[in-house]
């Protein structure tokens, strides 16, 4: 099949999935604009939601990288996540990206993990030094492994954050760590009952993940604050909410791990910062 009909076809699963459920971008809540010397800012509203946002190479201590999952493009669902999440509050200079599963050229069927790989490189080689902190949903969570399985230049620490990660059946056993992560957050939504999920297990869901640090379950039994059933389509409550007998959310327990492993302590050897 050629690329056109790839396109109409993934118009056609789009409409599917929209009569199937409420497909539409809830209000977003967006952070407040970053220190002075910390790019960028994430975006606001609607413009350039189905644009990426590559990764400068450019000084800075951190990179923190977004990733979209199947149909990240029309969806925006991993694009709520970005412009809700705050700049990290760790020392230094961070650049923020956000990159589709399919580099953002609509074949949603296709994992297109070049350019965020090629843009890790080029980063890296201005600052073999820099952390590196990594968030994928659906297939952004494989391609979170995919890409640190590319990447070959010298880095600093690496956090890993995969909500509800999915891949291709034959890819999805037995759910390896890549090489290079320090530590690796999996959340992971069990039990589902609405009826879009049912879908996502037509690929190869990971769920559990032995090898992850921390796996975190929510139950499609319960309701987030919104009072919808949590659910693989929407990450951002995955993130950043939690269960009734959970003590922090996913988004604390990354901060907590960036406290850990010193994210972008090495400003700190530097001066405090880069400039």
Not at 95 to 111: P, Q, V
Request: include cysteine; proline fraction near 7%; charged fraction near 25%.
């Amino acid at each position: 099949m050629n690329k056109n009909g790839l396109n109409v076809l993934t118009g056609c699963l789009l409409a599917l999935a929209a009569g199937a459920a409420s497909l539409g971008l809830n209000s977003c809540v967006y952070s407040n604009d970053p220190p002075p010397g910390v790019y960028p800012k994430p975006p606001t509203g609607f413009v350039g939601r189905r644009t990426q946002v590559p990764l400068r190479a450019e000084k800075a201590d951190v990179a923190v990288i977004f990733i979209g999952g199947f149909a990240g493009r029309y969806l925006t669902r991993m694009r709520a996540v970005y412009e809700r999440m705050p700049v990290l509050p760790v020392p230094g200079k961070q650049f923020r990206a956000f990159y589709d599963w399919d580099g953002g050229e609509g074949m949603i069927f296709l994992n297109n993990v070049n350019r965020a790989v090629n843009d890790l490189q080029n980063f890296l080689a201005v600052n073999p030094k820099a952390d590196i902190v990594l968030i994928g949903h659906s297939y952004g969570g494989s391609a979170v492994m995919d890409i640190m399985r590319q990447v070959t230049r010298p880095h600093g620490r690496v956090i890993a954050v995969t909500i509800d990660p999915v891949s291709r059946k034959s890819r999805s056993m037995p759910r390896t760590r890549a090489r290079g992560i320090d530590y690796w957050i999996n959340i992971y939504c069990d039990d589902v009952r609405v009826p879009i999920d049912y879908v996502v297990k037509l690929g190869g869901v990971w769920k559990f993940c032995p090898q992850a640090d921390e796996n975190i379950r929510f139950l499609g039994t319960a309701r987030d604050k919104k009072g919808d059933r949590y659910r693989h389509t929407r990450p951002e409550p995955l993130f950043f909410e939690k269960m009734a007998d959970a003590a922090e959310t996913p988004y604390e327990r990354l901060l907590r791990a960036c406290e850990r492993y010193g994210i972008g302590n090495a400003a700190l050897q530097n001066g405090g910062g880069r400039r």
